[in-house]
């Protein structure tokens, strides 16, 4: 993942998958616990990393641990939403894409200024141009509608779940 200029291994270090940082972000679902997109024949997942955001992906079967599996993005999710529309099936050692923190980018309202926040520290915000952000995810809380968009505009065939499961 790019990092932006201003943060460094200092700044937003990756962690080990058993140290848990409290922020503002944090919401009640847990670090490695892995949930799996209801109502769909394919096997789409998502993973709580560290951050309390959501690694989202797919498998060709039902997952276990040792499972190979593809990695597709990581985002902030809404609580109610992933309890509402994925069952929790286990807690797995993190994937090597979620252990570390994220930094997103978001801008303030009513301005044009953006900045880079990390999820270890999300109170801490660094200011940067456009072409810092290039890739960058938006600091904002997807509901399971918006993972679902995406994942189809990647060409994954969710046709057997419909906006009104959400």
Known sequence: MMQPQGYTLET?????????????????????????????????????ANGRDALVFSSGS???????VDMMFRLPVVVQDIKKNWARIGKFDLYPEARGYSSYYENDIGTSKQYVTCLEDPDRRIEVDETEI???????????????????????DLEDWNDSNA
Request: glycine content about 6%.
């Open 62 to 68: 039902e997952i276990t641990e040792s499972s190979s």
């Open 12 to 48: 937003c270090p990756a962690t080990s998958p058993n140290q848990q940082g409290a922020s503002m972000l944090d919401i009640a679902l847990n670090v490695g616990d892995i949930y799996k997109l209801k109502n769909v024949r394919k096997h789409i997942y998502l993973q709580i």
């Open 134 to 156: 290039q890739g960058m995810e938006k600091l904002a809380f997807h509901s399971t509608i918006h993972i679902v968009k995406r994942l189809k505009k990647l060409g994954f």
